[in-house]
Structure formats: structure tokens, C-alpha cells
């Protein structure tokens, strides 16, 4: 074989093992995306469940960092879901890909808009054990976000608060950097608040206003957990709506609407307790 061949050939292995590799790397990296923990060995009967994270507007999957460390401590396998924020019903499907990619039986958990697109999402995926509400909207068919519960309960003065940036196809919305500490965090430390409004996801105009199907919580058994410092979703009307939506068990934390990261061991036991 001349010199021009055994280079010909060269580059052809090399780029096979290259495709390989990335191959390779590229569904490891996918098994890997979001998630913490492998799922808990055992008979199928002691097998713990699947816990899906869903954040709602103003978070990212970052919010849910406490709860994730203290749920795969005890053995759980655990997803935090990337909710694009975009409008209820595209986002509900969303989430319901990610549940249905999950073999065995998963406990949704979603904290404030994160509420309205469990109760949807539930609906397309035949996996959901329960239903987890952290200081969320749960609206029934009909509803939407700023109305879940009804029209009668008490709301906060979180609209003031908001920012909107125009973008090709709408407007986004974000919490006023300045007011994101007292409105959305009070009780987490100013620098971590600070970090937390710099990375906030904006949410797309119009997904509160966006009306519920069917919701799931009338199928599941859910559980839910009412901030009773809340400055965004009135704890009065978390009550209320952990009432209507027959709570198997509700549990009130002295905290901001940002529970899970001021409380993330209260929210990870409430979760554990959806998972038995």
C-alpha cells in the first residue's frame, strides 16, 4: 500500500472511532441531562418511584437543587424538567414526553405555574402515581393560572412587579431584579436571591392566562405544601386550593414562595410521603 493510501485509510478509522465516540458520549450525556441518582434496585414491589421536577415561571431547574441532593440521599432517581415557560399547553406536553420516557411510576411535583402544567400534563402520561403542588397553582378545567381556585381569593400584588421584554413572537415577563429578593426569596440569603433573579426564565405573556383542561388531580391522589409567607400565590389561596383538590395531606411552611430552596428538606419529606 502506497504512503497516499495508508493515509486514506488512517483518516478513515480515525474518523469511525470518532463517530463512535461521540456516539457514545452523546447518549450517555442524554441518559445524564437533569437527572440525579439511578433508580433504586429491588423487587418491583419495593422499588421507589421516579420523581419529576417541574419549576414554574421566574426558576429554573436550579431551584430544585436542595430537594434533588436530599431525595437521591435516600435513593430516589430524580429529573428536573426544563420547562420551556412558552404557554400551558405546549408546555404541559412538554413535561408529559419527559414522563412518558420514564420507565415505571413517577410522583410529578410542580411548584407555582409548575402546578398548572402537572395538572395537565398528568392527563397524557399513564405513569403518575401522584401529584405534588409546592406553593402552585392547581386549576381546574376551565381555569387558568391567575384564576385557579376561583375568582373570590385573595391574589398578592406580584402583576406590579413584573418586567416585560418584547420578543419576535410576543413579550416575555420577569420579575423586577430589584424587587425579586422581597417578592420572590425573603427568606434565602440576598446573594443567593441576587444569583437567583440574574438566572430567573422568563415566562411568555399569556401562559397565565392560559385555561386548564381536565385536571389529573381529580384522578390522583395529591398532596400539596402552602408557603405561608407567600408574596406571589396568597397562602389564603394555596389553602383554599389544597381544600378543593382534596389534599391526601397538606403541610404549611413558614416560608417565601421559593420553598424548595429555603425549605428543600420540608419539600423533599412531603414528596417522599406522595411516593409510599
Known amino acids: 500500500m502506497n504512503s497516499d493510501n495508508r493515509f486514506r485509510d488512517t483518516l478513515r478509522r480515525g474518523a ?30 419495593d422499588q421507589k418511584p421516579t420523581v419529576v421536577l417541574v419549576h414554574g415561571a421566574f426558576a429554573d431547574s436550579s431551584s430544585w437543587n436542595g430537594v434533588i441532593t436530599d431525595l437521591s440521599r435516600d435513593g430516589y432517581r430524580v429529573v428536573a424538567a426544563a420547562d420551556p415557560l412558552r404557554d400551558l399547553d405546549s408546555d404541559s406536553n412538554y413535561v408529559a414526553s419527559v414522563v412518558n420516557s420514564i420507565p415505571g411510576p413517577v410522583v410529578l411535583v410542580g411548584h407555582s405555574y409548575g402546578g398548572s402544567i402537572i395538572t395537565n400534563a398528568a392527563r397524557q402520561a399513564g405513569n403518575v402515581k401522584s401529584l405534588v403542588y409546592i406553593a402552585a397553582a392547581a386549576p381546574d378545567a376551565g381555569e387558568s393560572t391567575l384564576t385557579a381556585g376561583g375568582a373570590d381569593l385573595p391574589h398578592t400584588d406580584v402583576g406590579k412587579k413584573l418586567c416585560p421584554h418584547p ?110
Do not use: C
Open 16 to 45: 469511525a472511532l470518532a463517530g463512535a465516540v461521540a456516539v457514545t458520549a452523546g447518549v450517555a450525556a442524554a441518559a445524564n441531562t437533569a437527572t440525579a441518582a439511578p433508580p433504586s434496585t429491588g423487587s418491583a414491589g
Open 167 to 276: 420578543i419576535p413572537d410576543g413579550v416575555d415577563l420577569y420579575l423586577e431584579p430589584d424587587q425579586f429578593h422581597d417578592t420572590f426569596a425573603q427568606d434565602v440569603p440576598a446573594d443567593q436571591a441576587a444569583l437567583m433573579a440574574a438566572t430567573q426564565r422568563p415566562v411568555k405573556a399569556g401562559a397565565f392566562d392560559a385555561v386548564s383542561g381536565e385536571p389529573a388531580w381529580k384522578a390522583l391522589p395529591s398532596y400539596y405544601l402552602v408557603s405561608t409567607e407567600d408574596h406571589v400565590i396568597h397562602p389564603d389561596a394555596q389553602r383554599a386550593m389544597a381544600k378543593r383538590i382534596g389534599a391526601k395531606e397538606t403541610v404549611e411552611v413558614h416560608s417565601s414562595h421559593a420553598a424548595a430552596v429555603s425549605h428543600p428538606h420540608e419539600t423533599a419529606d412531603l414528596i417522599r410521603d406522595a411516593s409510599r
